[in-house]
């Protein structure tokens, strides 16, 4: 249960950096609760009367869904605005914009390219912004990701993760900033010229300090040896696909396989995507098929923490 009540009314959701550690473990378990509910189901009218606009500058299935379901299951209405529908940034500028729908919605979803654009939306609107994914952030993601690892080891502080992969995308800097948060071991296993930007690192060792998580950037194999979770995401992410030949051949060592998760060398280890997966690229079938099952509780998940935090931040 999400035994206290925290006041987020009104606020913004742009990355985890805003929410403190008490914050982020209530919507966790927050959407606990909403999961538990809705497979009763019972659904609620938090947000009756309210209407969601959701903007998407690339494509999305999880995310999308996601605001769409857990939007109506609370009684509010979502209305999909893709990247060919509103002028947003070209024809019209995003300061505009949002104060156009800010006049006319009750909360905005954007999914895009530049953490500035959300970040300017949530200025502008007068209303609450979700962050569904930009370049440089995805936290919507990690509240999916830690309520997918809290059902499996009850607990999140101390926990030892190990993101495979791109160091430097929009998942492996907010794994990094959720688990200082949160004081989750978080190491990141990839080739020297893919670690994650060092003023990123440094701002989330200042969290560390306080949290008493580690972060250890490598790109020694060793370094999944006892992981409680693997976490691999697609070696190109949006917008990057020209250089899939490169980066191919850079991370073809960083395969999640099955050498790999027997080099971590426990039986209880899961293994994590946030989704889409180029199955035998950052991931092998066979590794996949056998943690399916958390994989796709990771991605219901989704629904649930969304939810929780449409509701936190604008439910009645
Ligand atoms: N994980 C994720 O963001 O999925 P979508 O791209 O389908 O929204």
Redesign the pocket.
Known sequence: MAEKIMNLKGRSFLTLKDYTPEEIEYLIDLAKDLKTKKKQGITGNSLKGKNIALIFEKP?????CAFTVGCIDEGGHPEYLGKDDIQLGYKESVEDTARVLGRMFDGIEFRGFKQDTVEKLAKYSGVPVWNG?TDLD?PT?ILADFLTLKEQFGTLKGLHLVYVGDGRNNMANSLMIGSAKLGINFTVLSPESLWTDEVLVAECQEYNKTSGGTITITDNIDAVKGADAVYTDVWCSMGEEALAGERIALLKPYQVNTELMNAVGTEKTVFLH???AVKSYEVTEEVFEAHADVIFDEAENRMHTIKAVMVATLGN
Request: with cysteine; net charge positive.
């Open positions: 999305s299935t999880r995310t999308r994914l995805h993601q946030c989704l889409p």
